[in-house]
């Protein structure tokens, strides 16, 4: 069974910092692409990062771009968001979801294959 289980998530003020963490299991972690998404309600699910085995760099939301950093960790099939900076427009739930394929790009295109529960990151002025 694929699972996505995400946390890290949490209350935090405005200006500091949190790492998320997206830990995978049941498929082959170098055949997917790993992207974390964020949602707040009444708003579009919105593509904050991506990473993939193939790409040279990742995919990061302009909104995000300088402040957070996504990683991964192959022996634990685990990828990392380290959120800087936080700011209040930050808050929403944040979601990892793996989709089947070699390029961020191709497989942001096509939609993701699983998805995890989420996270929910709180960020306070």
């Known amino acids: 069974e694929v699972q996505l289980v995400e946390s890290g998530g949490g209350l935090v003020q405005a200006g500091g910092s949190l790492r998320l963490s997206c830990a995978a299991s049941?498929?082959?972690?170098?055949?997917?692409?790993i992207g974390w998404f964020r949602q707040v309600p009444g708003k579009e699910r919105e593509g904050v990062s991506c990473i993939s085995s193939r790409d040279r760099g990742a995919y990061y939301a302009d909104s995000v771009k300088g402040r957070f950093t996504i990683s991964s960790d192959r022996a634990k099939n685990t990828v990392y968001l380290q959120m800087k900076r936080l700011k209040p427009e930050d808050t929403a739930v944040y979601y990892c979801?793996?989709?089947?394929?070699?390029?961020?790009?191709?497989?942001?295109?096509?939609?993701?294959?699983?998805w995890g529960k989420g996270t929910l990151v709180t960020v306070s002025s």
């Open positions: 979801a793996a989709g089947q394929g070699l390029y961020c790009a191709n497989v942001l295109y096509v939609g993701m294959d699983y």
């Open positions: 049941g498929f082959t972690f170098d055949d997917y692409a």
